[in-house]
């Protein structure tokens, strides 16, 4: 759930399916579902230790306050570079696609204390124990949930072909708001918590 409103995952693979058409945005997200599970396993091995020490949840949210400014100042000088282009066919490699969707993930560095969160409160109610076939059912549940997430918002943005234009040319605006409404979020979380 935490993957289906509007955040830089959705809207980058939303942006490669406009941009480099469909199959570019479906392996954009097997990339990021491949790093989600992997920092879903880390979020089960290292929980109990992070739900002892909260300091080590705020040092995290000091990283990615830095983290959500960069991406908003590159995405806004992005979007001010973004000229009218002529449309051409370009051959477009899918590793590339791959490979951004694991670096994208891989920055979001707020997955690992969400997943370790839900992974110990479930553990203290119970549903969820440190056992393997308990990790692997959290891993593969995390990471095919925001594959399919993505997935519609890929399928969404490619149906919606009369519109991809408009789209195109302020995606990077979208995408710097919305870094600088999470950076907003991370520096409330931060001084009033």
Do not use: H
Request: with cysteine; proline share 2%.
């Amino acid at each position: 759930m935490a993957t289906v409103p509007p955040g830089l995952l959705n809207m980058n693979a939303a942006k490669t399916s406009v941009d480099k058409g469909k199959l570019n945005g479906i392996i954009f997200s097997l990339g990021v579902a491949v790093i989600i599970m992997t920092q879903a396993y880390i979020a089960v091995l290292i929980s109990k230790f992070l739900y002892r020490n909260p300091e080590v949840i705020d040092i995290l949210l000091k990283i990615a306050l830095l983290v959500f400014a960069f991406f908003a100042i590159y995405f806004f000088i992005s979007a001010k570079k973004n000229k009218v282009k002529n449309i051409r066919m370009v051959k477009v490699s899918k590793k590339n696609s791959f490979f951004k969707g694991m670096l994208l993930a891989s920055l979001n560095l707020l997955t690992i204390p969400y997943y370790a969160g839900l992974n110990a409160m479930w553990n203290a109610t119970g549903w969820i124990k440190f056992e393997i076939w308990d990790i692997l059912t959290f891993v593969l549940a995390a990471g095919c949930g925001s594959f399919t997430v993505l997935y519609f918002y890929t399928i969404y943005f490619n149906k919606l072909e009369a519109r991809t234009d408009r789209f195109s040319k302020n995606s990077n605006y979208i995408l710097s708001l919305l870094m600088l409404v999470l950076l907003t979020i991370t520096i409330i979380r931060i001084f009033y918590n």
